[in-house]
């Protein structure tokens, strides 16, 4: 258990890399709302449309204002200086779209995005330009990775401060407000950290603002491996590793050939002879070799135990070693975001203590249920894992490592989550219309989906993927795609959702293999269910087997038609050229052939046996999205019982 724990916390700074890329946004509590869809609303969306092309224009940030009072909507965003054009309007675009599809009737919002640049969006009904008042200082928002400094603190510490005082000076300096530099820790380690305020705010106001974010980290986070805070006029971030393209342009200073000694090992002149300073001379040089004779050999002892603890690991791994329950919410090395945390008491009230009148659900490791956060009365879905799953402890720390990093429209919201003793509670936005599942299992709810709404939640689904495959970082597999798994919003706008069996993908990586298979049957392809063996590959199988119950409104794992399962009944339809007699008999009289018969098609391209003749999700949405012809001719598809 220690060495899996030494391990894990060895991780941890690796694991803060990943989770440090999600970007973070603040929509302000100052008690105002305005009414969705109203005239606020469409100025909102108006001014900030404009925002990328006019900051990116404008030498990285542009201010403005729309409409006239009460509903005038005051807007600026922001690029770190020098940021690509492209880069910094591809952030803004996304930290706007984000601002208003989460921030649904708040007048005051800000948004710090981190990828594919740094960059902030800000919105208000009141203006604020050069303002550094209450609602320019308060609100913040602080990340920091739960990992100790491992080196000398003291030292450290005195590095540290020097790095950010000289930051914070230069940033708030006349006609600056911007500073990124690096300093030596170590010979083989770095500190790198970032400043940035608005270029309307004073020096004093971005000074105060700067001081009064490393006051907050240091007051909580002093003894940890990096962090940032964020406010609406200021952004603070520091690691132990290179986080942004600023600092390739900065050349660190080599060390002097003669280095002073740290200041505990400083000697005093000495007042002796010629004779006397070559014999201390002579001692400072030998203690110098020594002193790299004795770091060398710690970083080779080192680099040996971390590759016994990995080797140590991967067996007891293999074995089946001890359940992940057994190590502590805290030892993960996951990454503390506060805004995220909720107060247990605080869900026990939003759900009346878990009551049965609020279940709406029941998932593989634990219940849901419908809740109202108090005040404001926003309506959530809780997930209440279960204290009896083997695997609840594991899919709880999965779930808020990997949904905090994902943001898009076609992925369920994490607002966030909850921890005290063994209950572990997961806090989503609430999506009205449950599971696609649901109105594929209700005769009911299953007419009221038109073909239009049907052909809309294929290709919502492939824009999510898309997304988890190619546009986040890191990588995402989700692993267990499924109609349970799909929820829809009051407009049938679809969102994938259960992260707890997903896996983080690493640079270049394409396949990997395991031995606990996690999924639905029905749903998995055959390398995967035969053989362990994942890709990106795996999702667009589980996605071809969703479009197809899509078309005929029927579940796989209850099909009742002629054929064993409905991949192989689809291509059956197809090879004897008559795909239409899939379709669901509630849209029959009202669906267009060719556009329906290409979504077949696509489905069955989706689920062939060979990973390699499956089309990518890139391709899959540029084929739903046009009316080219699909050149690609399908093959025998991947179910198991289609074999024949």
Same mark, same amino acid.
């Given at each position: 258990m220690k060495q899996r724990s030494s391990l894990l916390i060895l991780c941890s700074v690796l694991i803060v890399f990943f989770v440090a890329s999600v970007s973070a946004q603040t929509c302000v509590h100052n008690g105002k709302n305005f009414i969705p869809n109203g005239t606020y609303d469409a100025n909102r969306r108006l001014i900030l449309s404009s925002l990328p092309s006019n900051a990116a224009a404008q030498d990285g940030f542009y201010s403005g204002s729309i409409g006239q009072e009460p509903s005038r909507v005051y807007a600026a965003g922001m690029c770190i200086p020098g940021a690509d054009a492209n880069d910094c309007s591809a952030c803004i675009k996304s930290a706007s779209d984000w601002l208003v599809?989460?921030?649904t009737n708040q007048t005051d919002a800000y948004y710090w995005a981190l990828d594919p640049t740094l960059c902030l969006v800000r919105y208000s009904n009141n203006s604020f330009t050069g303002s550094a008042g209450y609602w320019e200082i308060v609100p913040q928002y602080l990340?920091?990775?739960?990992?100790?400094?491992n080196s000398n603190l003291t030292e450290f510490k005195k590095i540290w401060e020097r790095l950010i005082h000289s930051i914070i000076a230069a940033a708030s300096a006349p006609k600056s407000r911007y500073k990124a530099d690096v300093a030596a820790l170590t010979p083989f380690q770095n500190i790198y950290a970032l400043m940035q305020c608005t270029p309307d705010v004073s020096s004093g106001d971005c000074d105060n603002c700067l001081r009064q974010s490393v006051i907050d980290y240091q007051s909580c986070c002093g003894e940890k491996t990096g962090g940032y805070v964020m406010r609406p006029i200021c952004f603070f971030r520091w690691q132990l590793f290179t986080f942004s393209k600023a600092f390739g342009n900065i050349t660190l200073a080599p060390p002097s050939p003669h280095p002073s000694p740290p200041p505990l090992l400083q000697r005093q002149p000495s007042s002796a002879s010629d004779q006397a300073?070559?014999?201390?001379?002579?001692?400072?040089?030998?203690s110098l070799r020594t002193i790299i004779a004795i770091v060398v050999t710690v970083i080779v002892f080192i680099i040996i135990i971390i590759i016994i603890i990995v080797v140590v690991f991967a067996r007891r791994s293999t074995r089946g070693g001890k359940s992940d329950q057994q190590v502590k919410f805290n030892q993960t090395g996951m990454t503390t975001v506060r805004s995220l945390q909720f107060d247990f008491k605080t869900i026990e009230v939003a759900t009346n203590n878990f009551s049965e009148r609020n279940k709406i659900g029941r998932g593989g490791f634990g219940d849901v249920f419908k809740?109202?956060?108090? #005040?404001?009365?926003r309506e959530v879905a809780v997930k209440r894992l279960s204290r009896t799953s083997e695997q609840g402890e594991k899919e709880f720390k999965n779930?808020?490592?990997?949904?905090?990093?994902?943001?898009?429209?076609?992925?369920?919201?994490?607002?966030?989550?909850?921890?005290?003793?063994?209950?572990?509670?997961?806090?989503?936005?609430?999506?009205?219309?449950?599971?696609?599942?649901?109105?594929?299992?209700? #005769?009911?709810?299953?007419?009221?989906?038109s073909w239009t709404k049907r052909f809309n939640i294929i290709k919502g689904i492939a824009r999510g993927i898309l997304y988890l495959h190619q546009d986040s970082r890191p990588k995402i597999i989700h692993r267990d795609l499924k109609a349970d798994n799909i929820l829809l919003e009051a407009d049938m706008n679809p969102k994938i959702s259960d992260f707890g069996t997903a896996r983080i993908f690493g640079i270049g990586q394409t396949s990997s293999i395991t031995e606990r298979i996690f999924g639905t049957e029905g749903y998995m392809p055959p390398e995967y269910r035969c053989e362990g063996q994942f890709s990106v590959k795996t999702d667009v199988y589980s996605f071809g087997v969703l479009v197809l119950e899509i078309i005929c409104g029927k579940k796989n794992r209850s099909f009742c038609f002629p054929g064993p399962d409905l991949v192989t009944y689809a291509w059956r339809l197809w090879r004897e050229e008559t795909p239409l007699e899939l379709v669901d008999q509630t849209i029959l009289e009202n669906f267009p052939a060719e556009e329906v018969t290409r979504c077949i098609h696509i489905a069955l391209l989706c689920v062939q046996h060979e990973p390699t003749d499956r089309p990518h999700v890139s391709t899959i949405v540029s084929m739903l999205t046009s009316t080219t012809i699909i050149s690609h001719v399908p093959q025998t598809p991947g179910s198991l019982d289609s074999l024949y």
């Open positions: 599809q989460d921030c990340v920091m990775n739960t990992a100790n400094i300073k070559k014999t201390d001379t002579g001692s400072r040089n030998i809740g109202t956060l108090m #005040p404001g009365g779930e808020v490592i990997v949904i905090a990093k994902l943001q898009h429209g076609n992925l369920v919201r994490l607002l966030g989550y909850s921890v005290k003793g063994e209950e572990r509670v997961l806090v989503y936005e609430f999506v009205p219309n449950k599971s696609l599942d649901s109105f594929l299992s209700d #005769p009911l709810k299953q007419a009221q989906l």
